[in-house]
């Protein structure tokens, strides 16, 4: 598939080691964000998404926190693995129902060497 | 269970011309959004279908337009196509719109020549 990930920000890490990938937001007001994950070729995936009201959440190898202060969002990727390989973005939406698009950031991405 | 669909995955067109994409929402899912993904940025949203009717809409002009269907599957119509429409088409499909529960499709790579 066609690569999404020309020109973006990389970070490269080695398998096992941690990843911590940032976002920087823009708009104070939103609800929610959400971390996607996109490989090349396919669409985004869902990864974990944490509202407003909450600093931290964390999922399976994954966390997400969030610092309202200063408008920044990370994702954390623990012993990450080589299928981790992809191009990340962040995503910021507000309420929710039938208006619910989504404002992505420009994106990470992540290259994990064996 | 059936994923987003989306037809075709590739199309070249050429300025000027009209093109129709087409997105088969995930089994449940009553809503549908349209996003473009140039080469290298993150998703823009184009707009969003709910219950067959257009209820939120991005920064596109006109020449985009849409439609849902009864069984919520949708098209995407671009008209007069310009050389920066290029991109990747995504359709993500959601209950009530709910972004937690979007479902992404794989999109098209439309080229315009």
């Known amino acids: 598939g066609e690569s999404v990930g020309l020109h973006l920000p990389t970070l490269s890490v080695q398998e096992g080691d941690n990843s911590i990938i940032n976002c920087a937001y823009s708009?104070?007001?939103?609800?929610?964000f959400i971390w996607y994950k996109q490989e090349s070729g396919k669409g985004p995936q869902f990864i974990i998404d944490?509202?407003?009201?909450?600093d931290k959440r964390q999922g399976q190898r994954v966390t997400v926190l969030l610092n309202k202060t200063v408008k920044h969002l990370s994702l954390q990727i623990a012993a990450t693995q080589p299928g981790d390989s992809a191009v990340y973005f962040c995503?910021?939406?507000?309420?929710?129902?039938?208006?619910?698009?989504?404002?992505f950031g420009k994106g990470t991405k992540l290259s994990v060497k064996p | 269970e059936t994923g987003v669909t989306q037809s075709p995955t590739h199309l070249i067109k050429t300025r000027g011309q009209q093109v129709t994409l087409r997105c088969s929402s995930q089994?449940?899912?009553?809503?549908v959004s349209w996003y473009q993904q140039a080469l290298g940025q993150g998703p823009q949203f184009i707009f969003q279908y709910y219950r067959e009717e257009e209820n939120g809409r991005g920064n596109f002009p006109p020449r985009f337009s849409g439609l849902q269907f009864p069984n919520y599957s949708s098209e995407l119509n671009v008209n007069a196509l310009e050389l920066d429409d290029s991109a990747l088409y995504l359709c993500?499909?959601?209950?009530?719109?709910?972004?937690?529960?979007?479902?992404f499709g794989s999109g098209t790579r439309l080229t315009v020549v």
């Open positions: 995503a910021e939406g507000m309420g929710g129902g039938s208006q619910g698009n989504l404002i």
């Open positions: 944490i509202r407003s009201n909450m």
């Open positions: 089994s449940g899912h009553n809503t």
């Open positions: 993500a499909s959601s209950l009530e719109g709910l972004p937690r529960g979007y479902t």
């Open positions: 708009n104070s007001a939103s609800d929610y």
